[in-house]
């Protein structure tokens, strides 16, 4: 699903994360806190190297007892590396003795290694990797510095291309060894986005400062690409932790070692435990431990053509990118539970009146179902474009002046002119066709995480037949199976502790993503769309989807009357 795509990572499949904003008084309060991180991180991966992850646990369908889920993806967050391909990307699992021993710390677009483990005496103290880090956040920007890591942004078979020429030399064999190896990558940016990048929408949805919602998660999704912070990035690399200088805490992670849920579990809870730990003692422990170990590169002619290259394409990829964050605080799933509907299928539903305002149909759509309840299961494709949505949301468009999408026919007049008309529907009519979708809804989520969809079953098929050396069966040639897979909305819901949000890009040229937060004062949507495409608009879809949950809430409530 991930690994043979060629796209590049950032925007197309890594998403960003953005948690609750640091506040530091100083520089050493900064490095201090990265160090106790990855103090956690590394009792974190010690941890699964005794197998000790407590077994997380959900209802099963009848409600009476309690099932296991698969741990696998938090097993492998740690030790795996998407390495590029020219035709098919590589997933690379390293035995942990022989790997996550350093880290590898970004800052000016430089890389740093930094041992998280001594050769002669195991842990390295906090003390110890805060001023490893303190001695990185204290060199300056060197404008000489190759842009190495823009590499990682380009396109995947590019990239691999541009990979072979790095390895023929072996200072670079190095470099990229410590790079695939490390525990994590820390990206430490020195900068912010401008305005350019702030939130089209509502400038009052304010996180820290003069940046949005929207400019952080510009910030955690791309760096604002070669021109601000891109660079200062490795994208095939799983984890990828963020800090900025206004304090801007989050990660970008690469997508095909595991899903959200289980990545940002981890990274909550360990930035919980860090924040609750006392201020830091200003007594520092002297040092025996080398300076971190800068990775130097050798680059030839080509290579530097490739990183020319990888920043005209990257550069064009950020600004093509349409990204909106919308915040709405007028009612929260406690309203909708209150009116005996599922909050997933409530926010499901809005997305498709939304989309159909705009462009007058129903889209294949995707939403993340976790299958976790079975052995290395990942996600199944919840749909929610289903007959039922279609004639409900044709009921509420009814007379709708801006909508794209009312039901309507056209009659012969006696002069020979056409008079358009209305299917009228009552608000009882409405109601139950909007029941009626909701519960159908829930069956397909309830269907899929049950391991009753339909998307991993067909794809099992396909592979099967590919692999039989036999002609594809016209299933999966036929014109209607690349139709159901055009995910022209891409949605998940990704629900956070705190403050933070999660985005991405659209995973087609002319679709959108869009996340959403449920918070117990609101909902969170981040919406992205591409420039390039024309028809689509990012601002547009958050304010209509703005309209559906009001008219939406006026309907629950004309029903609770």
């Not at 912010?192 to 009052?204: D, G, I, K, Q």
């Not at 990775?295 to 950020?318: C, G, P, Y």
């Not at 050396?469 to 299933?475: L, N, R």
């Not at 993503?513 to 918070?519: I, L, P, V």
């Amino acid at each position: 699903m991930y690994l043979s795509v060629p796209l590049a990572l950032p925007i197309n499949s890594n998403p960003g994360i953005v948690a609750k904003p640091k506040r530091f008084s100083n520089q050493r309060e900064a490095a201090v806190f990265l160090a106790r991180y990855l103090t956690e991180l590394v009792d974190f991966q010690e941890l699964l190297d005794r197998s000790g992850l407590e077994v997380e646990r959900v209802k099963t369908k009848d409600r009476k007892s309690w099932q296991p889920l698969c741990m696998a993806q938090h097993y492998q967050s740690l030790i795996t590396y998407r390495r590029p391909g020219k035709d098919l990307d590589e997933r690379v699992v390293f035995d942990r003795p022989s790997s996550d021993d350093h880290i590898i710390v970004a800052h000016h677009n430089q890389f740093y290694s930094i041992p998280v483990r001594a050769s002669d005496r195991g842990r390295v103290t906090e003390s110890e990797l805060t001023q490893q880090i303190l001695q990185i956040m204290e060199i300056p920007p060197d404008p000489r510095t190759p842009l190495v890591g823009v590499l990682t942004a380009n396109r995947r078979p590019v990239w691999a291309k541009a990979r072979e020429e790095l390895l023929k030399n072996e200072r670079n064999r190095h470099n990229l060894e410590l790079l695939e190896r490390c525990l994590c990558v820390v990206c430490i940016d020195d900068d912010v986005l401008p305005a350019t990048f702030n939130n089209p929408y509502r400038s009052e949805d304010r996180w820290i400062g003069e940046r949005d919602y929207a400019n952080v998660l510009h910030h955690a999704l791309h760096g604002g690409g070669s021109r601000h912070l891109g660079c200062n990035r490795w994208y095939d690399k799983s984890v990828q932790l963020i800090l900025g200088k206004d304090g801007l805490w989050g990660m970008n992670y690469e997508h095909s070692t595991g899903e959200a849920s289980s990545v940002l579990s981890t990274f909550e809870e360990l930035t919980e435990r860090v924040d609750a730990m006392s201020p830091p003692d200003d007594n520092q422990v002297p040092s025996h431990l080398p300076a971190p170990e800068k990775l130097e590169w050798t680059l030839s002619e080509q290579s530097l053509n490739d990183i020319r290259e990888a920043m005209t394409a990257f550069d064009a990829l950020v600004e093509d990118l349409d990204l909106c964050v919308m915040c709405f605080q007028e009612y929260a799933q406690d309203f909708v539970k209150s009116c005996r509907v599922s909050p997933d299928a409530y926010i499901q539903l809005a997305l498709q009146l939304t989309y159909f305002k705009l462009h007058g149909c129903l889209v294949a759509t995707y939403e993340s179902a976790g299958i976790r309840r079975f052995a290395l299961g990942r996600v199944d494709c919840i749909r929610a474009a289903s007959p039922e949505t279609l004639a409900w949301v044709k009921a509420m468009c009814q007379g709708d002046p801006e909508s794209q999408s009312a039901d309507q026919r056209y009659a012969d007049q006696e002069d020979g002119t056409k008079r358009v008309q209305f299917t009228i529907y009552s608000e009882q009519q409405i109601r139950e066709l909007f029941d009626a979708a909701a519960q159908r809804q829930a069956r397909e989520l309830t269907d899929n995480i049950l391991g009753n969809g339909i998307d991993n079953h067909l794809m099992g098929l396909r592979y099967a037949a590919k692999e039989s050396g036999e002609p594809m069966p016209d299933i999966f040639t036929d014109e209607a199976y690349k139709i159901v897979n055009h995910f022209a909305l891409s949605t998940s819901q990704v629900t956070t502790k705190n403050e933070g949000m999660a985005g991405y890009g659209p995973v087609v040229p002319d679709g959108y993503g869009c996340s959403y937060n449920m918070r117990k004062n609101g909902f969170i949507f981040c919406v992205s769309a591409f420039h390039s495409d024309g028809r689509t608009n990012a601002m547009r879809f958050a304010r209509a989807l703005e309209q559906s949950l009001r008219s939406m809430a006026n309907m629950l409530r004309t029903r609770k009357e």
